[in-house]
C-alpha cells in the first residue's frame, strides 16, 4: 500500500514538475538564440513532449505488430504471410470477419439512423433536453457496464419458469404464445442481440452529434421551403438531409469504426461463444488465452488496415469541411 502511494504521488507531483521543468528550460535556451530561431524551434521544442508520446506508445507498437506479425507463436522464427494466411483461412476467423460484416452493416445503420430520427424528433420541443438526455445516459456508463446490464436483460429462463430477463419477461407477458428464446446462444439471432446492446448504448452519441448539425441549419431556408409549399417529409428529404450530408457522413464512417473494433460488449456478454466471436475478440483470445504473438499481431494488423482508410477518409473530409469555411 506504501509504495503504491509513493507511487501515485510522484506521478501526480513528478509529471507537472518535470513539465514545468522542461518548459522553463526550453524558455532559458531559446533566449539565448537569436529571434528568427527563436521563432523556428519554439514550436518544434514545444511540441516536442507530444512527439515523444506518439512515438513510444503509437508509432513504435504499430511497427513492432507489423514486425511480429511475421513470426511464429513465440515471436522467434520468421513463418512470413502465414499468419494472415490463418486470418482469412482459419474457420473461426472466417466467422469473425463475418459478424464483423454483421456489426458493420446493422450496428452502422441503426444507430445513424435511429441518432437522427430522434434528433429530428425532439429538435425544438419543450422536453427536447430532457428526452436527449434520457437517450444519451447510455454513454455516461461503461459498454462493459452496458454490456452486463443487458446480459441480465436477455436471461432465460426454460418454459413453465418464472422470467427474470426483461426482454423475455416482456415478450411472454405481452404476446400471447411466445415461447422464452435464449438470446445470447440461439443463432443467428444472438449476433444481433449483442447489436442491439450496442446500438442502445451508441446511439444517444450518434444523436448528439446530428443534433449539433441540425441546430446548424438557419430557419430561414426551411421556412423558404415550406413558404414554397414543401411538406414536413418534402423538407427533410431535400433540405434538411442534404446540409446534414457531411455530418451524416462522419458519424457514420465513426460508427464503422466502432463496428470493426466491436470488442466490450461481446466480450462481456458471451465472449465470442455461440458463433458471435468478432475480429477483436478473436486478437484477444490468441494474445492473452492461446499466447500466439504471431496470429494476435496478423489479426491486429489486418484489423488496422480496414482502420486507417476510413480514419483517412474522415480527415479527409474535415480539411474540406474547414477549406470551405
Given at each position: 500500500?506504501?509504495?503504491?502511494l ?16 522542461y ?13 528568427r ?17 506518439l ?49 458493420l ?41 452496458a ?5 441480465f ?12 430477463g ?101 466480450y ?44 483517412l ?13
Amino acid at each position: 500500500m506504501t509504495d503504491r502511494l509513493v507511487l501515485a504521488t510522484m506521478v501526480v507531483v513528478g509529471v507537472p514538475a518535470a513539465l514545468v521543468g522542461y518548459v522553463t528550460l526550453v524558455e532559458g535556451l531559446l533566449r539565448s538564440l537569436p529571434g528568427r530561431g527563436q521563432a523556428a524551434l519554439r514550436p518544434w521544442l514545444w511540441l516536442a513532449p507530444a512527439l515523444a508520446f506518439l512515438l513510444v506508445f503509437l508509432v513504435y507498437p504499430t511497427v513492432n505488430t507489423i514486425s511480429l506479425s511475421f513470426f511464429g507463436p513465440d515471436s522467434s522464427r520468421f513463418v512470413g504471410p502465414a499468419n494472415f494466411l490463418y486470418v482469412f483461412t482459419d474457420r473461426t476467423m472466417l466467422l469473425a470477419l463475418r459478424n464483423n460484416l454483421l456489426w458493420l452493416v446493422f450496428f452502422s445503420l441503426l444507430t445513424v439512423s435511429l441518432g437522427l430520427l430522434i434528433a429530428v424528433l425532439t429538435d425544438r420541443m419543450p422536453y427536447e433536453s430532457a428526452a436527449k438526455a434520457i437517450v444519451f445516459l447510455p454513454m455516461a456508463i461503461s459498454f462493459v457496464a452496458a454490456g452486463v446490464i443487458w446480459k441480465f436483460m436477455y436471461d432465460y429462463r426454460p418454459l413453465g419458469s418464472p422470467q427474470t430477463g426483461t426482454v423475455n419477461g416482456a415478450l411472454t407477458t405481452l404476446v400471447p404464445g411466445f415461447e422464452p428464446q435464449a438470446w445470447l446462444i440461439n443463432q443467428p439471432m444472438n449476433n444481433f442481440a449483442l447489436i442491439v446492446a450496442a446500438v442502445w448504448a451508441w446511439t444517444g452519441f450518434c444523436m448528439v452529434i446530428l443534433s449539433a448539425g441540425l441546430k446548424g441549419i438557419p430557419d430561414e431556408v426551411l421556412e423558404a421551403a415550406r413558404v414554397d409549399g414543401a411538406n414536413e417529409w418534402q423538407v427533410f428529404w431535400r433540405v434538411t438531409f442534404p446540409m446534414l450530408g457531411s455530418t451524416v457522413a462522419v458519424v457514420a464512417t465513426t460508427m464503422v469504426i466502432t463496428a470493426l473494433k466491436a470488442f466490450d460488449i461481446v466480450y462481456v456478454m458471451t465472449n465470442g461463444n455461440f458463433d458471435t466471436e468478432v475480429i477483436a475478440n478473436r486478437m484477444y483470445k490468441e494474445m492473452f488465452n492461446v499466447r500466439d504473438f504471431g496470429h494476435a499481431s496478423a489479426i491486429a494488423v489486418v484489423l488496422l488496415a480496414a482502420i486507417v482508410p476510413i480514419m483517412l477518409l474522415n480527415l479527409r473530409r474535415f480539411r474540406e469541411q474547414e477549406a470551405v469555411r
